[in-house]
């Protein structure tokens, strides 16, 4: 599952819970309000999300060591499908894929997850260098 957010809604809805000691939650099953105790673990987690979200990140939510398609793939990936294939077939990209009998293939969510985040590095990285190369043009960037 991929969860996007608008950044600046994100930012206002979890400003109170930032430096919060949540301890309870309270939650509405069946039209009745309950608290819910949170775990340790859970709050961590719940902690990690925030600050992920804040720095406007993507966060896809799956259980580890689960593979996914080439679609769900490339949804990750913010590229098509076909363009992920043709990739994967020539080599140009570094995601091992397993092949099924009937022709699909199918990519370990933590391969996918580290490409992306190399690829964002890149990115961030390309960005840099063109920024510096705007300003030594006086560019106006």
């Known amino acids: ?16 819970l930032k430096n919060a000691k949540l301890t309870k939650l309270t939650a509405t099953l069946e039209g009745a309000k309950t608290e819910l ?3 340790p673990d859970l709050f961590n987690v719940l902690h990690q999300i925030i600050r992920e979200l804040e720095k406007g990140k993507t966060l896809v939510v ?4 689960q593979y996914m398609t080439t679609s769900e793939a490339a949804e990750v990936l913010d590229i098509s499908r076909q363009h992920l294939c043709d990739l994967l077939d020539n080599g ?3 995601i091992p894929c397993e092949r099924l009998g009937n022709g699909h293939r199918r990519l370990r969510v933590e391969d996918v997850m580290e490409f992306r985040e190399a690829l964002d590095r890149k990115r961030a990285t390309t960005l840099e260098q063109l920024a510096e190369e ?3 043009l006086d560019l106006g960037y």
């Open 92 to 94: 140009k990209i570094a």
């Open 62 to 65: 799956s259980p580890k060591k």
């Open 37 to 39: 105790p949170v775990p």
């Open 134 to 136: 705007a300003q030594e």
């Open 1 to 16: 599952m991929t969860i996007q957010f608008d950044s600046s809604r994100i930012k206002k809805a979890i400003e109170p």
